[in-house]
């Protein structure tokens, strides 16, 4: 049973070796020494600059102090551990073992003594590096203000300013009426050409995903929490409600994104250095629980609860190599834009606007003419090793020993909102007719226009 807790092919070889099934994730590896070297100052500016809840920021205040404290718990057991080893060391071998046993017994109370303060320190630091959001990139904008990096088909005229909430109805396309008894507000159904529409642009896009050098995984939509935990995904309440469904008297919850478990596909292995970079392209359904209040941001397909997404994800050794593979990305996403006809914008994102796993991220926007402003479209980011420190992902070198992958994850196709872009867009408002993008007419049966759908008008009128 499901409970709306909030609003809140053949494998590729490219591991190097095979991995237990594992079913609770081990504990991060966090960098202790490198957060400490990049400075709690400096943590604390950054996580401002995400404008992180006000508690969190006063947490990572104690972030030095913890540290210093994990580090003289560790010493004293060290040192209490090596005092327990001598005087066991020393009872073996003496004759009046009974003289030494008292003072076995003392050391082996101190040992466990400091133990004990050693685990609490231990869980007290990791708690605050929980808290600790990724790095801030060079390049990410100062301020809250974006970067217009590039416009996308800037001289794209428009024959109408319907929305597509207006034009799917009209045409038979859209019903988000029923499914409002079916479901609940924020669902729909896709109808005749409206739900081939959503299929062509997913055997489209993986298409162009996999002659690019992207493998195709069919991923899992229920995940655990653990795992949504460990990429990053900590849900900011928006008053009071949360946003993600999870599955009642269980610990697992639905995926707000193929991310999730694509990410979770390299959990606990490392990939062969040979393999860098590992690149996959998915396709599944999506589930936001934060669709949010009802409004014209909320009318129709843009902001929904349950939808079709294809993501990219990648694995890479080198912050180098992952910049690159960042730019490669969003040069894919913006390649489908263009394929599509549509007007759109690509903005580098300011630090708020990031999230706590995301270094750097670039959003898409397509100008929406029912709408009258731009909505995001795509989005693509590069986590570093955020990631793959709590999933356990790294790479085995030459040397045989491990390092931990760069993760970078893109949106290559967020289908609801493609299509609503698609109906506002390509609309003329004479012939009552949707075009077809070039692209997409051979996955719709050489269909180059849509319009009434006949076929779908079954009921009769009460």
């Given at each position: 049973m499901l409970r709306h807790i909030c609003r809140s092919i053949p494998r590729r070889r490219c591991f190097s070796s095979a991995a237990d099934e594992w079913k609770n994730l081990k504990a991060p590896k966090h960098d202790y020494k490198g957060k400490?070297?990049?400075?709690?100052?400096?943590?604390?500016?950054?996580?401002?600059?995400?404008?992180l809840p006000k508690d969190t920021i006063e947490q990572l205040g104690e972030l030095e102090s913890a540290y210093q404290t994990f580090r003289k718990s560790s010493q004293k057991y060290d040192e209490a551990r090596s005092k327990q080893r001598k005087v066991s060391d020393a009872i073996k071998v003496a004759k009046d073992k009974k003289a030494l046993a008292q003072e076995a017994g003392e050391a082996k109370k101190i040992m466990k003594a400091m133990e004990m303060n050693q685990r609490e320190a231990t869980a007290r630091l990791n708690a605050i590096m929980e808290l600790v959001p990724n790095v801030i990139h060079s390049s990410v904008?100062?301020?809250?203000?974006?970067?217009v990096v590039e416009i996308l088909n800037p001289d794209r005229e428009f024959k109408s300013n319907?929305?597509?909430?207006?034009?799917?109805?009209?045409?038979?396309?859209?019903?988000?009426?029923?499914?409002?008894?079916?479901s609940g507000y924020g669902w729909y159904y896709l109808l005749g050409q409206g739900a081939q529409l959503e299929q062509a642009l997913v055997a489209y896009v993986l298409d162009k995903a996999r002659s690019a050098g992207w493998m195709t995984v069919a991923p899992p939509t229920i995940i655990r929490k653990s795992v949504a935990h460990?990429?990053?995904f900590k849900p900011r309440d928006v008053g009071g409600e949360k946003q993600i469904y999870a599955i009642e008297d269980q610990d697992h919850c639905l995926a707000g994104?193929?991310?999730?478990?694509?990410?979770?596909?390299?959990?606990?292995?490392?990939?062969?250095?040979?393999?860098?970079?590992?690149?996959?392209?998915?396709?599944?359904?999506?589930?936001?629980?934060?669709?949010?209040?009802?409004g014209a941001d909320t009318k129709g397909l843009y902001r929904v609860h349950e939808f079709t997404k294809v993501e990219l994800f990648a694995w890479t050794i080198t912050p180098e190599s992952a910049d690159g593979i960042l730019e490669d990305m969003l040069a894919f996403q913006k390649s489908v834009v263009l394929d599509l006809g549509l007007k759109a914008r690509v903005l580098n994102m300011?630090?708020?606007?990031?999230?706590?796993?995301?270094?750097?991220?670039?959003?898409?926007?397509?100008?929406?003419?029912?709408?009258?402003?731009?909505?995001?479209?795509?989005?693509?980011?590069?986590?570093?090793?955020?990631?793959?420190?709590?999933?356990?992902?790294?790479?085995?070198?030459?040397?045989?020993?491990?390092?931990?992958?760069?993760?970078?994850?893109?949106?290559?196709?967020?289908?609801?909102?493609?299509i609503a872009a698609i109906c506002e867009s390509n609309f003329d408002p004479e012939t009552k007719t949707i075009a077809v993008p070039e692209v997409l007419q051979k996955y719709m049966g050489g269909v180059k226009t849509i319009g009434a759908q006949d076929e779908c008008d079954v009921f009769a009128t009460n």
């Open positions: 400490i070297a990049l400075g709690q100052d400096t943590i604390i500016r950054e996580a401002i600059q995400r404008q904008p100062e301020g809250e203000d974006f970067e319907v929305g597509h909430y207006e034009i799917g109805h009209s045409l038979n396309l859209l019903d988000t009426k029923t499914s409002a008894n079916t460990a990429c990053g994104t193929a991310e999730i478990p694509l990410a979770a596909w390299a959990a606990d292995k490392s990939f062969k250095h040979t393999s860098d970079p590992v690149k996959v392209s998915g396709v599944s359904r999506s589930y936001r629980a934060e669709a949010g209040a009802r300011p630090a708020f606007e990031l999230g706590y796993p995301a270094a750097k991220k670039y959003d898409i926007e397509a100008w929406l003419p029912g709408r009258g402003d731009w909505g995001e479209i795509t989005s693509t980011s590069n986590c570093l090793d955020y990631q793959s420190r709590r999933l356990h992902t790294t790479f085995q070198m030459r040397d045989a020993k491990k390092q931990y992958a760069q993760t970078l994850n893109g949106t290559a196709l967020a289908v609801p909102r493609v």
